[in-house]
Protein backbone atom coordinates (compact mmCIF):
# COMPACT_ATOMS: atom_id res chain seq x y z
CA UNK A 1 0.00 0.00 0.00
CA UNK A 2 1.32 3.43 -0.76
CA UNK A 3 2.08 5.86 1.87
CA UNK A 4 2.82 9.22 2.48
CA UNK A 5 6.16 10.04 3.74
CA UNK A 6 6.82 13.49 6.00
CA UNK A 7 10.19 14.61 4.98
CA UNK A 8 12.09 16.77 6.94
CA UNK A 9 14.46 19.46 5.80
CA UNK A 10 17.58 21.00 7.12
CA UNK A 11 17.05 23.89 9.11
CA UNK A 12 20.36 25.85 8.01
CA UNK A 13 20.10 26.39 4.07
CA UNK A 14 22.47 23.80 2.27
CA UNK A 15 23.10 21.54 5.63
CA UNK A 16 22.70 18.34 3.36
CA UNK A 17 25.58 16.07 5.51
CA UNK A 18 22.78 16.24 8.43
CA UNK A 19 19.99 14.71 6.91
CA UNK A 20 19.64 10.70 8.16
CA UNK A 21 20.64 8.09 5.37
CA UNK A 22 17.15 7.08 5.11
CA UNK A 23 16.16 10.09 3.44
CA UNK A 24 18.24 9.89 0.22
CA UNK A 25 16.90 6.10 0.06
CA UNK A 26 13.22 6.95 0.36
CA UNK A 27 13.33 10.22 -2.27
CA UNK A 28 14.99 8.09 -4.69
CA UNK A 29 12.17 6.26 -4.81
CA UNK A 30 9.36 8.76 -4.75
CA UNK A 31 7.90 11.41 -7.77
CA UNK A 32 5.11 12.93 -6.20
CA UNK A 33 5.97 15.49 -3.78
CA UNK A 34 3.93 18.28 -2.18
CA UNK A 35 6.41 21.20 -0.66
CA UNK A 36 6.07 24.98 -0.11
CA UNK A 37 7.94 26.12 -2.95
CA UNK A 38 9.20 23.88 -5.93
CA UNK A 39 12.64 26.02 -6.19
CA UNK A 40 13.62 25.19 -2.48
CA UNK A 41 12.22 21.62 -2.80
CA UNK A 42 14.23 20.44 -6.13
CA UNK A 43 17.20 22.38 -4.46
CA UNK A 44 16.79 19.75 -1.62
CA UNK A 45 16.54 16.79 -3.96
CA UNK A 46 19.31 17.61 -5.19
CA UNK A 47 21.56 18.15 -2.25
CA UNK A 48 21.08 15.07 -0.75
CA UNK A 49 20.55 12.77 -3.86
CA UNK A 50 22.35 14.01 -6.77
CA UNK A 51 21.00 11.71 -9.04
CA UNK A 52 17.71 12.26 -8.69
CA UNK A 53 16.55 13.23 -12.28
CA UNK A 54 14.53 16.49 -11.23
CA UNK A 55 12.22 16.76 -14.48
CA UNK A 56 10.81 13.21 -13.98
CA UNK A 57 9.03 14.37 -10.40
CA UNK A 58 5.94 16.24 -10.16
CA UNK A 59 5.05 19.01 -7.60
CA UNK A 60 2.22 20.45 -5.64
CA UNK A 61 2.53 23.87 -4.13
CA UNK A 62 0.74 24.44 -0.90
CA UNK A 63 2.05 28.07 -0.57
CA UNK A 64 -0.34 31.03 0.04
CA UNK A 65 -3.48 30.84 -1.39
CA UNK A 66 -2.99 27.25 -2.77
CA UNK A 67 -6.66 25.44 -3.84
CA UNK A 68 -6.96 22.69 -1.66
CA UNK A 69 -9.43 21.13 -3.95
CA UNK A 70 -6.38 20.61 -6.07
CA UNK A 71 -4.25 19.16 -3.31
CA UNK A 72 -6.98 16.47 -2.68
CA UNK A 73 -6.66 15.65 -6.20
CA UNK A 74 -3.19 15.54 -6.27
CA UNK A 75 -3.25 13.32 -3.57
CA UNK A 76 -5.05 10.71 -5.04
CA UNK A 77 -2.18 9.38 -6.41
CA UNK A 78 -1.78 7.32 -3.66
CA UNK A 79 -4.74 4.80 -3.90
CA UNK A 80 -2.63 3.96 -7.19
CA UNK A 81 -0.06 2.82 -5.03
CA UNK A 82 2.31 5.76 -5.72
CA UNK A 83 3.94 7.05 -2.86
CA UNK A 84 3.78 10.48 -2.40
CA UNK A 85 6.20 12.61 0.16
CA UNK A 86 5.24 16.07 2.23
CA UNK A 87 8.37 18.28 2.41
CA UNK A 88 8.86 21.39 4.82
CA UNK A 89 10.69 24.53 3.84
CA UNK A 90 13.01 24.21 6.81
CA UNK A 91 12.44 21.44 9.74
CA UNK A 92 9.45 18.96 10.28
CA UNK A 93 6.77 19.34 7.99
CA UNK A 94 3.02 19.81 8.83
CA UNK A 95 4.84 21.51 11.73
CA UNK A 96 4.12 25.36 11.75
CA UNK A 97 3.41 24.83 7.66
CA UNK A 98 -0.09 24.15 5.86
CA UNK A 99 1.17 20.72 5.26
CA UNK A 100 -1.04 19.28 8.40
CA UNK A 101 -4.05 19.19 5.60
CA UNK A 102 -2.45 16.52 3.66
CA UNK A 103 -1.60 14.08 6.55
CA UNK A 104 -5.54 15.06 7.17
CA UNK A 105 -6.81 13.97 3.94
CA UNK A 106 -4.59 10.64 4.05
CA UNK A 107 -5.93 9.44 7.76
CA UNK A 108 -9.43 10.19 6.42
CA UNK A 109 -8.84 7.87 3.34
CA UNK A 110 -6.84 5.64 6.00
CA UNK A 111 -3.52 5.55 3.86
CA UNK A 112 -0.51 4.97 6.38
CA UNK A 113 1.67 8.03 7.18
CA UNK A 114 4.84 8.08 7.73
CA UNK A 115 7.32 10.46 9.51
CA UNK A 116 11.07 10.37 9.13
CA UNK A 117 13.45 12.09 11.49
CA UNK A 118 14.59 15.49 10.94
CA UNK A 119 15.15 18.46 12.92
CA UNK A 120 12.53 20.51 14.58
CA UNK A 121 13.43 24.73 15.27
CA UNK A 122 10.84 24.90 17.52
CA UNK A 123 12.00 21.30 19.72
CA UNK A 124 15.46 22.15 19.31
CA UNK A 125 14.74 25.91 21.33
CA UNK A 126 12.88 24.18 23.78
CA UNK A 127 16.05 21.68 24.29
CA UNK A 128 18.58 24.20 24.22
CA UNK A 129 16.06 26.59 26.51
CA UNK A 130 16.82 25.75 30.33
CA UNK A 131 12.83 25.49 30.40
CA UNK A 132 10.00 23.23 31.37
CA UNK A 133 10.44 20.78 28.62
CA UNK A 134 7.27 19.05 30.17
CA UNK A 135 4.88 21.40 29.98
CA UNK A 136 4.54 23.60 26.33
CA UNK A 137 2.51 25.40 24.41
CA UNK A 138 3.78 26.37 20.41
CA UNK A 139 1.59 29.73 19.56
CA UNK A 140 3.06 30.14 15.51
CA UNK A 141 3.01 33.86 14.71
CA UNK A 142 1.60 36.60 17.28
CA UNK A 143 -0.46 39.83 16.76
CA UNK A 144 1.67 42.01 14.51
CA UNK A 145 0.33 45.12 15.95
CA UNK A 146 1.66 46.56 18.83
CA UNK A 147 -1.37 46.96 21.21
CA UNK A 148 -2.40 43.43 20.22
CA UNK A 149 0.86 41.46 20.67
CA UNK A 150 1.23 43.39 23.76
CA UNK A 151 -1.83 42.06 25.37
CA UNK A 152 -1.24 38.45 23.72
CA UNK A 153 2.64 38.14 25.55
CA UNK A 154 0.84 39.07 28.91
CA UNK A 155 -1.20 36.32 28.55
CA UNK A 156 1.54 34.18 27.88
CA UNK A 157 3.37 35.56 31.13
CA UNK A 158 0.50 34.72 32.83
CA UNK A 159 0.42 31.18 32.15
CA UNK A 160 4.14 30.74 33.02
CA UNK A 161 3.04 32.37 36.47
CA UNK A 162 0.42 30.57 36.76
CA UNK A 163 1.43 26.75 35.55
CA UNK A 164 4.82 27.01 34.77
CA UNK A 165 4.34 25.74 31.18
CA UNK A 166 7.22 27.11 28.47
CA UNK A 167 5.43 29.31 25.97
CA UNK A 168 6.90 29.33 22.52
CA UNK A 169 6.55 31.24 19.58
CA UNK A 170 7.54 32.64 16.00
CA UNK A 171 7.79 35.86 14.06
CA UNK A 172 8.54 37.22 10.64
CA UNK A 173 12.50 37.36 10.57
CA UNK A 174 12.30 40.89 9.67
CA UNK A 175 10.48 42.37 12.91
CA UNK A 176 12.45 40.56 15.16
CA UNK A 177 13.75 43.82 16.78
CA UNK A 178 9.87 44.62 17.22
CA UNK A 179 8.75 41.35 18.33
CA UNK A 180 11.60 41.52 21.14
CA UNK A 181 11.33 45.09 21.96
CA UNK A 182 7.46 44.47 22.49
CA UNK A 183 8.44 41.55 24.58
CA UNK A 184 10.74 44.28 26.77
CA UNK A 185 8.28 46.95 26.89
CA UNK A 186 5.18 44.43 28.04
CA UNK A 187 6.28 41.94 30.38
CA UNK A 188 7.87 42.28 34.05
CA UNK A 189 11.75 42.96 33.80
CA UNK A 190 12.41 39.61 35.66
CA UNK A 191 10.84 37.74 33.11
CA UNK A 192 13.12 34.74 31.48
CA UNK A 193 13.37 34.82 27.76
CA UNK A 194 15.43 32.62 25.58
CA UNK A 195 15.88 33.51 22.13
CA UNK A 196 17.12 30.66 19.88
CA UNK A 197 18.57 32.12 16.04
CA UNK A 198 19.94 30.30 13.07
CA UNK A 199 19.28 27.25 14.73
CA UNK A 200 22.02 24.33 12.81
CA UNK A 201 23.64 27.06 11.00
CA UNK A 202 26.65 28.77 11.14
CA UNK A 203 25.48 32.10 12.82
CA UNK A 204 23.85 29.70 15.81
CA UNK A 205 22.31 32.12 18.91
CA UNK A 206 20.94 30.18 21.42
CA UNK A 207 20.71 32.65 24.83
CA UNK A 208 18.12 32.79 28.17
CA UNK A 209 18.43 35.62 29.89
CA UNK A 210 16.26 38.00 31.86
CA UNK A 211 14.38 40.71 30.52
CA UNK A 212 16.88 43.43 32.45
CA UNK A 213 19.41 41.79 30.92
CA UNK A 214 18.29 41.67 26.88
CA UNK A 215 17.42 45.48 27.67
CA UNK A 216 21.06 46.42 27.48
CA UNK A 217 22.01 44.25 24.31
CA UNK A 218 22.47 45.71 20.87
CA UNK A 219 20.30 43.18 19.11
CA UNK A 220 20.85 44.51 15.75
CA UNK A 221 22.62 41.09 14.66
CA UNK A 222 19.40 39.39 14.86
CA UNK A 223 17.51 40.81 12.14
CA UNK A 224 16.45 38.70 9.57
CA UNK A 225 18.00 35.51 10.93
CA UNK A 226 14.91 32.93 11.95
CA UNK A 227 14.66 32.67 15.31
CA UNK A 228 12.29 31.07 17.81
CA UNK A 229 11.43 32.96 21.19
CA UNK A 230 10.43 31.39 24.35
CA UNK A 231 8.83 32.56 27.63
CA UNK A 232 9.52 30.43 30.75
CA UNK A 233 11.03 29.96 34.31
CA UNK A 234 13.87 28.41 36.02
CA UNK A 235 12.49 26.01 38.56
CA UNK A 236 15.86 24.75 40.26
CA UNK A 237 17.82 27.58 42.23
Not at 72 to 95: H, N, Q, R
Not at 166 to 177: L, S
Amino acid sequence: MAQLFLIPTPIAEGRYGNTVPEIPAVVSKIKYYVVERTKTARRFLRGICPEIVIDDLSFFEIDKGFDVSGLYSFLEILKSGEDVALLSEAGCPAVADPGHMAVAWCHKQHIEVRPLVGPSSIIMALMSSGFNGQQFTFHGYLPNKAAELSNRLRMLDQQVEKTGATQIFIETPYRNGFMISTIIESLPQERWLCVACDLDGEGQFVKTKRLSEWKKLDLGFLHKQPAVFLLGRFDTA
